[in-house]
């Protein structure tokens, strides 16, 4: 077996994953070093660091942050939280709705852009 | 250098990007063009070059993988392979494609968003309302 990620934090030394079947309930919030699988009900938020996959009729009501990946399956649903996401599929047919704001995770303080020197043009002389 | 370019300043007038396609309008750019201003149209538009105002269409909109968006764009169905920035209304379906990168709030009945795509807003699904009264 070859670990396919950096994440090691099962007890195997493999990147773990959770899995929330469609009977499964979870309120309140959940860090997982790893990935995560939803297809039961969430009241409440997520992050993981690996990939978040919500997907059957998994249903997320709060906000999810995933390092790397989140996909939301065409009859699951993810309402009204924050989206932090590294990459993003949502399927035809999914109720998607939030604040998504991608790319990297944690945004240091802005970098100051170089400043392009303004170009002057100078007119040319009019001649009659 | 100079540079010739088309510029649609105001309404736009559609009489070279017009094509007819199965009976129902397209408007249609080309990557070299450019529109400024507002247009409401009867039919849909294939949006390419750059884009910069505000687009209401009964049809779709749809803007090319090379196209530069920064406009508010009201659509049946709209589908974005290029750069967008402003808010989408799609009556009907957004779809983002793998190269789309959009910054704007979105208002989408149906959503799909393919893998590659970048999304930076708030997404609403379901009701709203529209602005295009068909004319």
């Known amino acids: ?128 | 250098m100079e540079t010739q370019e088309a510029v649609a300043e105001g309404t736009a007038s559609a009489e070279n990007g017009e094509i007819k396609r199965d009976g129902r309008k397209q408007f249609s750019m080309g990557p070299q063009d450019i529109f400024e201003g507002k247009l409401i149209y009867d039919g849909s538009i294939h949006a390419d070059g750059k884009v910069e105002g505000e687009v209401r269409v009964s049809g779709n909109i749809d803007v090319a993988s090379s196209a530069s968006v920064r406009a508010l764009l009201e659509g049946a169905n709209v589908t974005l392979k290029g750069q967008v920035e402003g808010a989408v209304t799609a009556r009907d379906k957004l779809t983002l494609g793998k190269n789309a990168k959009l910054s704007g709030d979105i208002v989408v009945r149906r959503l799909q968003i393919d893998d590659g795509a970048t999304l930076n807003g708030h997404v609403r699904m379901g009701d709203f309302e529209s602005h295009t009264s068909g004319q």
């Open chain 1, 1 to 128: 077996m070859s670990p396919t990620r950096p994440v090691s934090n099962g007890a195997n030394g493999q990147g773990n994953s959770v899995v929330l079947g469609p009977k499964d309930r979870l309120v309140g919030q959940l860090f997982i070093e790893g990935d995560l699988h939803v297809s039961g009900t969430v009241d409440g938020s997520l992050e993981a660091t690996g990939d978040i996959e919500i997907s059957g009729s998994g249903k997320v009501s709060g906000a999810v942050t995933a390092y790397n990946r989140l996909v939301v399956g065409s009859d699951a649903s993810l309402i009204g939280g924050e989206v932090r996401v590294a990459r993003l599929t949502v399927e035809d047919g999914a109720t998607f709705s939030g604040k998504v704001s991608m790319g990297k995770p944690e945004p240091k303080a802005e970098e100051p852009k170089p400043v392009e020197p303004e170009q002057v043009i100078q007119p040319k002389a009019k001649r009659r």
